[in-house]
């Protein structure tokens, strides 16, 4: 990990300064690129198979991008196991039997990613905000980068009344109406976080019930995507 850090040290800059020229891209792509045909063996071959080199490549565009298969067929990682390690897996919906694996032995340049995304194009300007989060923590799916995601969200820029709504047996709209029903009369901006087919279930209690709530300005919701056949869509 020691011969990482510098690697991961530049990475995190850049995502801090909130931008880069495309030489600066160009270096830092390259760099990573070196990196990983040097200690990713799987990905080396598939680089070589296609006579690729690290001398071959001069931009980010010759940088081969391995099949979204390769994940699920191969262990595509840059550090040996550890115990510590974070694997987040793919939902398994085209196979549940080979679900793709994306390994982690930090979080540092997932979680900055997110939170400076997050705080520029979600917040904008608002440092925190009570949010509802409509998907399981990370203790239901600790393989869930979407669940990471949320929880993140939550904790560095949902207020003390932020809470899940969803349980073992689905989402919880009793407690989701009572608290939109507050926000509705307290007048403070709320925000409404998860997966696409939790915002269609909760739509479809919405009109199925005769419900309907006009959130204060401000409000937000982020929808994540991710139908995966749970839901018709909207």
Known sequence: MDKVAPL???ILDVIAADGCTDDQFDALALK????????????????????VTVRKVKSWRDIPAVPIDA??????????????????????????????????????VYDLSMTRNFAQRFMRGVARMPMGILFPDEIAMPNSSLAHYLAL???????????????????????????????????????????SYSIVHVIDALRAQGKTFRLPAGSRILDTGGYKGQSREL
């Not at 990573?32 to 799987?42: G, I, R, T, Y």
């Not at 550090?79 to 939902?91: E, K, L, N, Q």
Request: a neutral charge.
């Open 153 to 195: 969200a939550k904790s560095e820029f949902g207020s003390s009344e932020s809470r899940y709504f969803m349980t073992p047996e689905g989402i919880d709209l009793p407690a989701l109406w009572e608290t939109l029903e507050a926000v509705e009369q307290g007048g403070k901006p709320y925000a409404l976080l998860g997966a």
């Open 8 to 10: 991961v040290a530049d």
């Open 32 to 51: 990573l690129f070196a990196h990983q045909f040097a200690v990713n063996a799987p990905y080396r071959s598939f680089c070589q198979r296609r006579g």
């Open 71 to 108: 994940f699920k067929a191969t262990e595509l990682r840059c550090a040996p196991p550890a115990s510590g390690d974070r694997v987040f897996m793919t939902s398994g919906t085209t196979r549940a039997d080979m679900r793709g694996r994306h390994f982690h032995p930090l979080l540092d």
